[in-house]
């Protein structure tokens, strides 16, 4: 699994989009923070260097970053570790706390560098595509229906706030874990369809309670798949109120 580096002015500001990262899964992966100089606001590229080396493993590390001198602080760092740790150390452009959210639930996966690199670049895209100002489809992991898909599967969406992250994560994780390719489409609003694999692609699909998804999986596994999800969905995609839970099975 990557590890995955915070760089931030501040120490607070990086705990915080760590904590809400890590709500969206069941297992985090390698993470560490170089936030605040001393005791005030500022970066350190030291400080950079030794959280790259703490989270450091042969699968690589991303840094995320909020602006200014953390950009130039990571750069230094890069030039302070060994050069066989620089290699496979990727600087992200994305928006902190929306591309750390998707690299968290992409890394959780065991994705490789590349495409939580990728994931996390596509933070900005839900909010783009909300507010009418997404110039580039692929940016919010749009793609094309399988040729033919071996399995479709209709799947309502009964929680409260709809396909929102956690949700949204629980579904990646699944998709990305198996033998198998998937895309996702929201029937009422003919959006998609989109990659579900791609945690910014899924929230654009702006799923709401009551819509209905159509789930395309093709490849090896795409049966057992496509059970797991629907499983997922009959438990209300895992964010079913801990008092609308289904009675134990008797002796457990």
Request: aromatic share 2%; hydrophobic share 50%; charged share 20%.
């Amino acid at each position: 699994m990557i590890g995955i580096v915070v760089v931030s002015h501040s120490r607070a500001l990086a705990e915080a989009a760590v904590e809400l990262a890590c709500e969206m899964v069941a297992e985090r992966p390698p993470i560490a923070v170089a936030a605040g100089a001393g005791a005030g606001f500022g970066t350190d590229a030291v400080a950079v260097a030794d959280a790259i080396t703490a989270v450091d493993s042969p699968d690589g590390v991303l840094v995320l970053l909020d602006l200014g001198s953390a950009v130039l602080s990571a750069e230094m760092a890069r030039e302070l570790v060994p050069p066989d740790v620089a290699e496979r150390v990727r600087l992200s452009p994305a928006p902190l706390v929306e591309g750390l959210v998707a690299a968290v639930v992409t890394a959780a996966t065991g994705a490789p560098l590349d495409a939580v690199l990728e994931e996390a670049g596509r933070g900005l895209a839900a909010k783009l595509d909300h507010l009418g100002e997404a110039a580039d489809p692929s940016a919010a992991g749009t793609t094309a229906p399988p040729a033919a898909p071996e399995v479709v599967a209709e799947l309502p969406v009964d929680t409260p706030h709809g396909l929102h992250a956690r949700p949204a994560a629980r579904l990646v994780g699944l998709v990305r874990a198996a033998d198998a390719a998937a895309v996702v489409t929201n029937l009422r609003t003919g959006r998609g369809p989109v990659d579900a694999r791609s945690l910014s692609g899924l929230v654009t699909l702006a799923v709401r309670q009551g819509d209905r998804l159509r789930f395309e999986a093709s490849g090896p596994g795409a049966e057992s798949l496509t059970e797991a999800v629907r499983a997922l969905a009959a438990d209300s995609w895992g964010d079913r109120p801990a008092d609308q839970a289904p009675p134990a099975a008797p002796g457990s």
